[in-house]
């Protein structure tokens, strides 16, 4: 099957890796410094210009990063349902395959505790929501909160019908919705159906894929383009709807989300210590640019290609372990969103003085890394997590708009974790892998 399996990521490279060298994660950050210093002049704290005039600047500058959003939403489907697909097709062992998705699974799910774990124990330390007027903050953002759709947690009696909803009946209906969690798994069968039939027979349809993802790849690479007008834009909106003065008052809330990635990374570092046998310094020279440019696009799905590349290339990770986990992880892997569930849901119970039980924090990890599978790797996801775990901890889904403010730079932080769980989940899974092929070796022996 790898004769035929045709990976249209090596032809793309050389634009992508143009863009590496071009800094574009220097141009974002530089984006990002300029969008800060726009929204202060143009923010209510100088009072330069009136409520309107400054709303109607906002509204266009905003326009690449909408736009950029917009294009990234639209691509994610079908790029995330080729990749799973050929990355099937590019194992050979179906045996291995099983075991790598299994020893893959588990490393995420307990990744994604941990991180959850990690960011209750902070919250709960610093206690962020203590340095926040609620009543202050509710008038920034209110109105935004009506777009994000809160969803429940089910009931006992409702569970075995959620768990046979994961199948899609509609395949086509899944994908228009961005049923994330459905769009893998109708990916994962017809993959496995695809390698069952003869070579033949397949080969077409793999072709198809294959042209269907260097489409969507080629799209990817065009948004990129938009990035650093993207972050200036969304950023100077941030800022001049909300001031300095507000912004001040939640910065204990996002320092206490980045002490808790930082710790995130720290655990992955210990990981990628043990199974890439590379000193730290090594390997975040490997990984640097791609959790750069991570960090610029807030999109786990954006950078895929770029995730590929390092995972091959600078830690020799084996392209049929790759291809099916690097597309697989963008999508499940979000380690660093759920770190940032555990805070924020924490952080809100504290300003809404809302007290939480154990079973509460048990709620929060087990909907954390339930959510987070199957959520769309583009910008934003994590609020739509957010309001289905405030949603059944008893916490008003207005303190969403809290949030809201900082979300845009505290989502850039995220994805460079998730991104960085992404490849550090590979080398997890290759290094077990070699571990099992060296047990049979000594069995048979």
Do not use: H
């Given at each position: 099957?790898?004769?035929?399996?045709?990976?249209?990521?090596?032809?793309?490279?050389a634009?992508?890796?143009?863009?590496?060298?071009?800094?574009?994660?220097?141009?974002?950050?530089f984006?990002?410094?300029?969008?800060?210093?726009?929204?202060?002049?143009?923010?209510?704290?100088?009072?330069?210009?009136?409520?309107?005039?400054?709303?109607?600047?906002?509204?266009?500058?905003?326009?690449?990063?909408?736009?950029?959003?917009?294009?990234?939403?639209?691509?994610?489907?079908?790029?995330?349902?080729?990749?799973?697909?050929?990355?099937?097709a590019?194992?050979?062992?179906?045996?291995?395959?099983?075991?790598?998705?299994?020893?893959?699974?588990?490393?995420?799910?307990?990744?994604?505790?941990?991180?959850?774990?990690?960011?209750i124990?902070?919250?709960?330390?610093?206690?962020?929501?203590?340095?926040?007027?609620?009543?202050?903050?509710?008038?920034?953002?209110?109105?935004?909160?009506?777009?994000?759709?809160?969803?429940?947690?089910?009931?006992?009696?409702?569970?075995?019908?959620?768990?046979?909803?994961?199948?899609?009946?509609?395949?086509?209906?899944?994908?228009?919705?961005?049923?994330?969690?459905?769009?893998?798994?109708?990916?994962?069968?017809?993959?496995?159906?695809?390698?069952?039939?003869?070579?033949?027979?397949?080969?077409?349809?793999?072709?198809?894929?294959?042209?269907?993802?260097?489409?969507?790849?080629?799209?990817?690479?065009?948004?990129?383009?938009?990035?650093?007008?993207?972050?200036f834009?969304?950023?100077?909106?941030?800022?001049?709807?909300?001031?300095?003065?507000?912004?001040?008052?939640?910065?204990i809330?996002?320092?206490?989300?980045?002490?808790?990635?930082?710790?995130?990374?720290?655990?992955?570092?210990?990981?990628?210590?043990?199974?890439?046998?590379?000193?730290?310094?090594?390997?975040?020279?490997?990984?640097?640019?791609?959790?750069?440019?991570?960090?610029?696009?807030?999109?786990?799905?954006?950078?895929?290609?770029?995730?590929?590349?390092?995972?091959?290339?600078?830690?020799?990770?084996?392209?049929?372990?790759?291809r099916?986990?690097?597309?697989?992880?963008?999508?499940?892997?979000?380690?660093?969103?759920?770190?940032?569930?555990?805070?924020?849901?924490?952080?809100?119970?504290?300003?809404?003085?809302?007290?939480?039980?154990?079973?509460?924090?048990?709620?929060?990890?087990?909907?954390?890394?339930?959510?987070?599978?199957?959520?769309?790797?583009?910008?934003?996801?994590?609020?739509?997590?957010?309001?289905?775990?405030?949603?059944?901890?008893?916490?008003?889904?207005?303190?969403?708009?809290?949030?809201?403010?900082?979300?845009?730079?505290?989502?850039?932080?995220r994805?460079?974790?998730?991104?960085?769980g992404?490849?550090?989940?590979?080398?997890?899974?290759?290094?077990?892998?070699?571990?099992?092929?060296?047990?049979?070796?000594?069995?048979?022996?």
């Amino acid at each position: 099957m790898n004769t035929m399996f045709y990976n249209p990521l090596k032809k793309l490279s050389a634009q992508f890796e143009n863009m590496v060298k071009g800094r574009l994660w220097l141009k974002v950050l530089f984006a990002l410094a300029l969008g800060v210093i726009a929204g202060i002049l143009l923010g209510p704290d100088l009072g330069l210009l009136s409520a309107v005039t400054v709303k109607n600047i906002t509204s266009w500058l905003a326009l690449p990063g909408q736009v950029f959003l917009a294009i990234i939403q639209m691509i994610v489907v079908p790029l995330v349902l080729a990749s799973i697909v050929l990355g099937l097709a590019a194992n050979n062992n179906p045996d291995a395959m099983k075991k790598n998705g299994v020893i893959a699974i588990l490393f995420i799910m307990f990744s994604t505790a941990l991180a959850a774990i990690i960011g209750i124990a902070l919250a709960l330390n610093i206690q962020p929501g203590n340095f926040v007027d609620a009543s202050a903050l509710m008038e920034t953002g209110t109105d935004q909160v009506a777009n994000v759709a809160a969803k429940g947690f089910p009931s006992m009696a409702d569970l075995p019908s959620k768990v046979s909803g994961l199948i899609p009946k509609n395949p086509l209906a899944s994908m228009a919705s961005g049923e994330m969690l459905q769009v893998i798994l109708f990916s994962a069968v017809l993959g496995a159906a695809l390698l069952s039939i003869p070579a033949k027979q397949s080969k077409p349809l793999f072709d198809l894929l294959s042209a269907l993802q260097e489409v969507s790849l080629r799209i990817v690479s065009w948004a990129m383009l938009l990035a650093p007008l993207a972050v200036f834009g969304l950023i100077t909106r941030l800022v001049a709807n909300l001031g300095v003065e507000v912004l001040g008052g939640i910065a204990i809330y996002v320092l206490t989300v980045v002490i808790g990635l930082l710790m995130v990374a720290c655990f992955y570092s210990i990981v990628a210590k043990i199974t890439t046998k590379q000193k730290f310094s090594l390997f975040f020279v490997n990984v640097r640019e791609l959790l750069l440019l991570a960090f610029s696009t807030s999109s786990s799905a954006a950078v895929m290609p770029i995730s590929l590349k390092v995972a091959e290339e600078k830690l020799n990770i084996k392209p049929e372990i790759s291809r099916f986990l690097v597309p697989l992880g963008a999508t499940i892997n979000m380690t660093g969103t759920a770190m940032y569930q555990g805070v924020a849901t924490v952080f809100l119970a504290q300003v809404f003085n809302v007290d939480l039980s154990l079973s509460s924090y048990l709620f929060i990890i087990t909907m954390s890394v339930a959510a987070s599978i199957g959520s769309p790797a583009t910008p934003g996801a994590g609020i739509i997590i957010l309001s289905m775990v405030l949603e059944g901890v008893g916490i008003p889904a207005a303190g969403i708009a809290i949030t809201l403010g900082v979300d845009r730079i505290l989502d850039m932080c995220r994805t460079s974790i998730n991104v960085l769980g992404d490849i550090v989940a590979c080398t997890t899974v290759q290094y077990f892998s070699k571990e099992n092929v060296i047990k049979d070796k000594n069995r048979v022996n």
